[in-house]
Every structure is written in structure tokens, then in C-alpha cells.
């Protein structure tokens, strides 16, 4: 684990602000696509992607890479936003998402694209996977240095294969294993709440033996800080469940679970037109990266 | 006139009964002396499939996942992605039949090294009736792109398949049996993935030439029932099709080529399974009439192997009746 500077976090934070511009402007392309999660994981994905993962973009495959599984695979844009500015493939080529010929598929395709570990857009089954490669991981080296990374979605928390991917990892005490849950309280049909209530859920991965944390999704150095502690964890597997807001940084387009499945331009319309939708995300977007400040801490 | 290779005395005397399965529980455990990244999976089902042997032999190497077929599915997945080999083994109706689309996308479309062993196919599971009789289990995995559909014939067939399955880079499925069924194939046969074997040719003295293709365990009946008609009258060849797909479509067109009406004959729905996948292919390149031997749209139900073959068409005299009508 690594302590963050000001200057780095401030980095990040910058780094994230233009991954949301991206975003922004592949969903307005595409005409299709998921907005809340993208934005709201943005944060996250750019601490993975920037600071936390050990990885290399012109060697994907390198075999000492950390991997990470996106296991809610419609949160994509963001995914793929994120790989493009890392530097797997060019950042204008994420103007083709959703398009037909694209590496860019509507839900990641494993062979695809560069960066991509697995296929996933089924919800439930990403988990099982990452659960997979950390026992793979373990069974061909114990003392491996290497961390299995899975971000979920909190509305995916419905599907069952989560619970038995959960209880053979808890079973088999997957120390490499670090679950992040995107909990941001939506999902298509509406606010997780209503939909299918997950809570207790701290105490239902704890009774599912994980080691569980929570951190404001949004505040990078505290993210940072649990992933670290969640690697010292060694006789458990690990899930942060990191509190976010859906659509993070578009402030019209916050806490409605109506822009989970549309792109800017198809969105709710009580604020903002569908006209309007694209442009001005990214002003806000903009005015946003411009107040990023350096020195601005407590 | 039956192949060399075949059990000798195979329609003289009494053949020798052993589950398919034990060809999958040796095989695997001989893989896994071979490569030491070859893994198994199983949900609750260890020594019913045969999987313990491996278990045994490497417990360290051996994953529990408990009653969950799905998960076994994308665990296998991610484990693959890390350079093992997984074999997931489990009853065909719950694997891959619960976890149908785990295995479509995170085993297939992830182009995953996985291999997923369907135990207690059939109707011949018997007493355990129609809830564990996967009739369905061929026509589910042949519709998947990259996935390699087997049914060996025999517990030698079965024990090779798992061999070359392990070899082979890519998601493959391959059905076993619970009962006891004909030793047909010896030790030393041969068997390669998407190869058709003729184990019986044709008496050539008869001017009526049927071709029967049969997958899986019920190939002593294709052989006796064709053995009858060749005394009979009718000449009668036997085409093994271990491998559903990729189907070997050269010497299908040649069987079909030399034949002037086909049977097939599968222990499953004959809809999308091995007669629909013959009829699917001869019908655009060499159209023939084509009576399929099998499971016509219906469930199975408890009983005894052979009551079972004999209630839904498939013994000896199902087939006899089945090459009448291609005849007709």
C-alpha cells in the first residue's frame, strides 16, 4: 500500500474528470449505453487504472499482471474510457462504441479488445470468475504477490451466482481477492430499495466470512487506503463497498436511477433536453476540471 | 462386417457392461499425470461422475464447489484465464444444463479452455426419472460458436475423448451414462475429435443399402440391429459419430454417397440433437431420406434402462422398425 501525496490525488482527480468527458462523449456518439455507472465508477476505475494496478498497456498480457474482472460489464464506457487514456488503444477509438466492426462491444468481449480479461454483461458471473483466477492464482503460487480485482455492480447483488461465488470464496479463504461494490443504490427498474433491498449488506458479506469495508466511493485517497488495507487482509477475501452517486459529476444527471440505461440525449428530460443532455455534461465536466484544486485539503 | 478394432466376438456373445463415465473418471486422472495444470470441479457429485479418482490422485488440484452448477461454470472460466485446464463434471441436466448461459458466455464466448462433462445423460439413468434425464443436453451445446459436442460410444471411447479433450485448446462438451452399457471399443482404438468411425460395413451381396449413424451409447444396438438385416437381406453399414460437431461432413457425404436411406440413432431429443445436426448438413449438400431413432418431444420417466430404450423407440426392434420405414 501506498500513501497518496495532495499532488497525486489531485492528479487522479483530474485524470477521472477527463474520463468522464470521454465517457460523455462516446455515449452522445454511440446513441446508446449506460450513464450512471460509468460516471459514477470513474473515480475508482481511474485509481485502479493510475495508481493501484500493477499492469503494463503495451503488454497486455503480461503475466504478472494484477487482473481485474468487471463483473456488471454494462458499466463498460467507463472500463473502456479508462483503458484508452492508460494507453491500450487509442482514446479516439472510443468514439466507436457501439458500433458495428468496433472493439468497442456494446458489453466487453474478452477477445476483443486489448485490457479486456473477460466477456461480461450477464449480471452475477463475473465474480465466480475472479474467484476462479484467485484460486488459480493461489493453487500455481501461494506466495504470489499478484491481486485478483472485481468491481460488481449493487443491483447485480440480486443474482445468486453472486452468493455461491461468494461462499466458495469465503470457503477457500481467497486473500488475493479484492471485491469492490459499486453500491449507488440503482438499477434499471429503479432504486435497489424498492427493487430487491440488499441491506444488511455489510453483515451478509461478513457472514459470507469476507473481510468488508466501506469508503465514499468518490474520495480517492480513502479508496486507496481500503484497497491497501484490503491486501494486507491474508486469511480472508476482501469487498469494499464503495458509496457512490450514479452519474457522479453531472450534477442534473445525479441520483436518478432513470439515467442508468440511457445516453446523453435520451435521458430524463425534467431538467435538462435531450438536446442539451451531451453538452452540457460536458460543460459542467469542464468547469469541474478547472476547480480541481491542487492544495485542497482539510 | 464389423471394424477390426472393435471387441472381438462383439455380436457373438455376451458383451461386456461398464459405464461410460468410468472412461471419464481414467481418463482424467491419466490427463492429469500428463499436465500438471489440468484441474477438476464438481458440485456435490464426486464420486457419481467419476471425478473422484482424479480428486484422489491430486487433492491439490481438486475444487468443491458445492450445489452450484452456475458458479462451477465461471469459476472453471477464471481459472482457465490463468492458465489451467478445468474439467467441470456433473449430471447433464444441471450442468450444462442449469448453467447454460454461464457456459455460453463465460466458458464460449470467452473462448475458454474448459471442458464440461455431462454425467447420467440419457433416459438411461432410469429409476431417478425425468428431472435427471437430460434429453437435451446435444441440441443445447451445439447451437454455442467454439464448442466441441462428443458422445463417446463406450467407456474406452469416453476415456479417449477426455484425453483428447485435454489437448485440445478450446471449450468442449462431452455426455457420459450412468448404467452399465456394451464395451464396444477396445483400449488401443483410435478416436480423434471430429473423426467418424464406420464400425460395420454393409454386406455387399444385398441390393438394399442402409446407413445407420449413431452417437453415444446405444451403439451395440445400431450394431446388432444391423447385423440382423445384413442376414436378412438388407445391407446395413454402421457409422460411429462420437463427435456431433464439428460434424465430420466428408465421410457423412460419403456414407450418405454410398447408402440409399439413412437412420440415425441418438439417446436424445432427435430435434437438434445428432439427427437434426445430419439433416441439417445433408439436406443443403446431398438430400436423402433420413429416419431418425431417438426421443420425439417428450419427457422421460422412471424406469429401467431397457424398458426405458424400448417405451421411446430406442432398442433393437426401433431400429429394425426405423430402417423399414426409410425403406418404404
Redesign the interface.
Known amino acids: 500500500m501506498k500513501y497518496l501525496s495532495d499532488a497525486e490525488v489531485h492528479t487522479l482527480e483530474q485524470k477521472a474528470n477527463e474520463i468522464r468527458q470521454s465517457i460523455i462523449e462516446m455515449l452522445v456518439e454511440a446513441g446508446s449505453g449506460h450513464t450512471a455507472g460509468p460516471l459514477g465508477m470513474a473515480d475508482i476505475f481511474t485509481l485502479l487504472y493510475f495508481e493501484v494496478m500493477r499492469h503494463d498497456p503495451k503488454n497486455p498480457d503480461w503475466d504478472d499482471r494484477d487482473?481485474f474482472?468487471l463483473s456488471n460489464g454494462h458499466i463498460c464506457p467507463g472500463l473502456y474510457a479508462t483503458l484508452a487514456h492508460a494507453g491500450y488503444f487509442p482514446v479516439e477509438e472510443l468514439l466507436t462504441l457501439r458500433k458495428f466492426g468496433s472493439r468497442l462491444q456494446g458489453h466487453p468481449?474478452?477477445?476483443s479488445l486489448p485490457g479486456i480479461?473477460?466477456?461480461?454483461?450477464?449480471l452475477?458471473?463475473?465474480l465466480?470468475?475472479?474467484?476462479?483466477?484467485?484460486?488459480?492464482?493461489r493453487?500455481?503460487n501461494p506466495y504470489s504477490s499478484k491481486y485478483i480485482y472485481c468491481v460488481t455492480g449493487d443491483g447485480e447483488l440480486d443474482e445468486?451466482?453472486i452468493w455461491?461465488?461468494a461462499?466458495?470464496a469465503g470457503?477457500?479463504k481467497l486473500h488475493n481477492l479484492i471485491v469492490i461494490v459499486d453500491r449507488n443504490g440503482i438499477q434499471i427498474d429503479g432504486y435497489t430499495k424498492n427493487v430487491m433491498p440488499l441491506e444488511p449488506l455489510r453483515e451478509k458479506l461478513e457472514a459470507f466470512n469476507f473481510d468488508v469495508q466501506e469508503v465514499d466511493g468518490h474520495n480517492i485517497r480513502s479508496v486507496n487506503d481500503a484497497i491497501g488495507k484490503a491486501q494486507g487482509v491474508y486469511s480472508q477475501p476482501s469487498i469494499i463497498i464503495a458509496h457512490t452517486i450514479p452519474s457522479k459529476g453531472v450534477d442534473v444527471f445525479e441520483r436518478d436511477f432513470r439515467w442508468h440505461g440511457n445516453p446523453p440525449g435520451k435521458g430524463p428530460e425534467d431538467r435538462v433536453s435531450h438536446e442539451d443532455q451531451g453538452k452540457v455534461a460536458l460543460q459542467k465536466l469542464r468547469s469541474l476540471a478547472g476547480s480541481i484544486e491542487p492544495a485542497d485539503i482539510a | 462386417m464389423l471394424a477390426n478394432h472393435l471387441q472381438p466376438n462383439l455380436l457373438q456373445e455376451e458383451p461386456e457392461m461398464v459405464p461410460s463415465r468410468n472412461g471419464y473418471g481414467d481418463g482424467l486422472k491419466e490427463a492429469g499425470e500428463k499436465n500438471r495444470n489440468i484441474v477438476a470441479l464438481s458440485a456435490d457429485l464426486t464420486e457419481s461422475t467419476r471425478t473422484h479418482i482424479f480428486a484422489e490422485a491430486f487433492p491439490e488440484r481438486f475444487i468443491q464447489v458445492g450445489i452450484a452448477e452456475q458458479n462451477m461454470a465461471s469459476v472453471a472460466s477464471g481459472m482457465a484465464a490463468m492458465g489451467k485446464i478445468p474439467f467441470v463434471a456433473s449430471y447433464a441436466m444441471f450442468s450444462p444444463g442449469r448453467s447454460w448461459e454461464q457456459v455460453r458466455t463465460t466458458i464460449a464466448y470467452n473462448d475458454s479452455n474448459v471442458k464440461i462433462i455431462g454425467a447420467h445423460a440419457g433416459v438411461s439413468v432410469g429409476p431417478d426419472g425425468a428431472t435427471h434425464q437430460a434429453l437435451e443436453d446435444i441440441a443445447l451445446m451445439r447451437v454455442i460458436p467454439n464448442m466441441v459436442v462428443i458422445a463417446p460410444c463406450d467407456v474406452h471411447e469416453a476415456r479417449r475423448a477426455t484425453l483428447a479433450a485435454a489437448e485440445y485448446n478450446g471449450p468442449v462438451y462431452i455426455r457420459v451414462g450412468r448404467e452399465k452399457t456394451p464395451v464396444v471399443t477396445t483400449v488401443g482404438s483410435s478416436f480423434a475429435i471430429g473423426k467418424a468411425e464406420i464400425f460395420m460395413k454393409r454386406n455387399e451381396a444385398h441390393n438394399k443399402k442402409v446407413g445407420i449413424i449413431v452417437t453415444g451409447t446405444l451403439v451395440h444396438n445400431a450394431l446388432v440391429a444391423a447385423a440382423e438385416l445384413n442376414e436378412k437381406g438388407i445391407g446395413a453399414s454402421v457409422m460411429n459419430m462420437a463427435t456431433i460437431k464439428p460434424l465430420d461432413t466428408e465421410a457423412l457425404e460419403k456414407f450418405a454417397a454410398e447408402h440409399d436411406v439413412l437412420v440415425t440413432v441418438e439417446e436424445h431429443q432427435v430435434a437438434g440433437g445428432l439427427g437434426g445436426a445430419v439433416s441439417e448438413h445433408l439436406s443443403e449438400v446431398a438430400p436423402i431420406r433420413i429416419v431418425k431413432v431417438g426421443v420425439h418431444d417428450q419427457f422421460g420417466q422412471s424406469g429401467t434402462m431397457d424398458e426405458l430404450n424400448a417405451h421411446y423407440g430406442m432398442d433393437v426392434p426401433a431400429i429394425l422398425k426405423a430402417v423399414d420405414k426409410a425403406l418404404a
Open positions: 487482473r474482472v468481449h474478452r477477445t480479461e473477460t466477456s461480461s454483461g450477464p452475477g458471473s463475473g465466480s470468475q475472479a474467484v476462479g483466477m484467485a484460486l488459480a492464482e493453487m500455481e445468486g451466482q455461491e461465488a461462499m466458495l470457503k477457500e
